[in-house]
């Protein structure tokens, strides 16, 4: 049984969603609550599932690594299905249920080129159930939006959040160590160093660093999961946008920031930006599209799909979606 979630609650996941591995003592700082207070609320949260904590690797820093985002539309009465099968794969990041139920959008990290054909020639059209895709490279993604809080924080809580990060951060060269290090912190977000430590053979100190320089370099980004409907999301969408290219970088790194934006990436494609959006309501949509999306002037079509329901987000099966 999942705990009920009152607003200290909601603030706690908030403050998670934007500093992953904060400590308790600094998100009880911030939010002008005791530390006491923000254990005794989260780790409910977390031993339930609500909360979960990961990580996800930057694909730009990993060569052999395809990031695609697939729309695939299926038969109505096989797409829940469909979005399982996708689900249990452990390349897919995301799957969504789109639109009027007959449509899926799922965004991989597929193993190279022949990860990518196997699935595009082979997998998919094998499957009666499918009746038609489209894939789409991620060119760029862009980083702002993973900073995304729900809106239940000032701008001044979520600076007192982030330390100050260095003015250009260095990519670390990978090491092995690093590899099992991201294997862990996949499993396990918030594990300790000491933890890390010992699942990977190293000291807490050099786990420390290493997890630091990887964050701080962007090859990982650290994450926690939750059903944003929890935190009063109730409107989720999915944006196909066709930029003028020239515009593209202005407009992907603007729309990244954006408060209600979750993920935002330069694609290929007949639209050239995917944006998700998430809002607390219809109305809140509608502004969006019309006050944020409308005054920008280098954006020429635009397509909006409704997020019906997600199965899979950050990595991780939804509880109770399959």
Known sequence: MRHQMNATDSRIAAALLAAPRASWRTVGRV?????????????????????RATAVRNAAHFPDLMPLALRIRCRPNRISAIAATLARRPDTLWVDVLGGGDEICTILHLDGPDARNNLLLRDLPATPAVRS????????????????????????????????????PARPVLQPLDHRLIR??????????????????????????????????????????????????????????????????????????????????????????????????????????????????????????????????????RPGSL
């Open 31 to 51: 939010l002008g609550i005791s530390e006491r207070t923000v254990v005794r609320r989260a780790a409910p949260l977390f031993g339930d599932g609500t909360l």
């Open 133 to 168: 895709w489209t894939s789409h490279v991620l060119l760029r993604v862009f980083p702002a939006a993973f900073d995304w809080s729900g809106g239940l924080l000032t701008e001044a809580e979520l600076a007192g959040l982030r330390p100050n990060p260095p003015a250009a």
């Open 184 to 317: 862990a912190l996949t499993e396990d977000g918030r594990a300790s160093y000491t933890d890390l430590a010992r699942r990977v053979g190293t000291t807490a100190l050099t786990a420390r660093r290493r997890v630091e320089a990887l964050v701080g370099g962007q090859v990982l980004r650290l994450a926690t999961e939750v059903d944003l409907a929890r935190l009063g999301v109730r409107a989720e969408a999915l944006l196909w946008v066709t930029v003028a290219p020239g515009a593209l970088e202005e407009t992907g790194q603007q729309l990244s920031r954006h408060p209600q934006v979750r993920f935002a990436a330069a694609t290929t494609g007949s639209a050239n930006l995917l944006v998700a959006v998430a809002a607390a309501d219809l109305d809140a949509l509608y502004r969006f599209l019309t006050d944020t999306i409308g005054a920008l002037e280098h954006i020429t079509a635009l397509e909006v799909t409704p997020i019906l329901t997600g199965v899979k987000r950050t990595g991780l099966v």
